[in-house]
């Protein structure tokens, strides 16, 4: 026999997710970038629905609430790629690079408050082929494939290039030759998910205790 949840449960469970999502936070800027995993983990409990479940948020009946976004827009006549979540950084002196979250650092222009389709199924990454991933894209794949929750047998081609070949496309070019800009490829996708992790505490901060 079931029984329905509390409102004063579901609102106990939503403060925990937040504790995990700003513990996940810290943690990875604290230098783990494998942390990334379970912020995109705690978003989905937060804000996924499928057929057989309800995320917390609409079960709490919060998914009509404004949503923190802080991408850059995509400008439809740029036929480069897009990164919208992330700024690129490099030492001139040591030539390291990296992919680094805005956080409330280098927020862009266009930094809005966005209804929940809009915002989850907005496009913040475009690579060179012109696959478009959006804030839903990252997040059930890094959860679902690769670790979060679950460690699929099976890659998407298209996330795989992205995480692990480069598909972004952008490099350096040195007197030591070429490599891909970042210490890793898969540094962008994380770095995107913690700037979404940023966003879904800003979005969350005056719901939860």
Known sequence: MNTSRSLDNLNELLTEQV????????????????????????????????NQSQSLLKQLNLKSIDFY?????????????????????????????EYLPYLDDFLPDSMCLKKFDDWWLEPVIVDKNHNIFTRKDLILATSNKEGGAHVDPKLDIKFENLLRNNSINWYIHSDIGTEPFGKENIQLVMASIRQIGFEMLKTLEKYSK
Do not use: W, Y
């Not at 700003?22 to 804000?47: H, M, P, Y």
């Not at 991408?71 to 690079?97: C, I, Q, W, Y």
């Open 19 to 50: 504790a995990f999502l700003k513990a996940s936070c810290q943690s990875f800027d604290n230098g783990f970038g494998g942390e990334s995993k379970r912020i995109a983990t705690t978003v989905r409990v937060l804000v996924h629905d499928t």
């Open 69 to 97: 976004n802080t991408s850059a827009k995509l400008d439809p006549k740029n036929f480069a790629t897009h990164m919208g979540l992330v700024f690129m950084r490099m030492e001139l002196l040591s030539g390291d690079s």
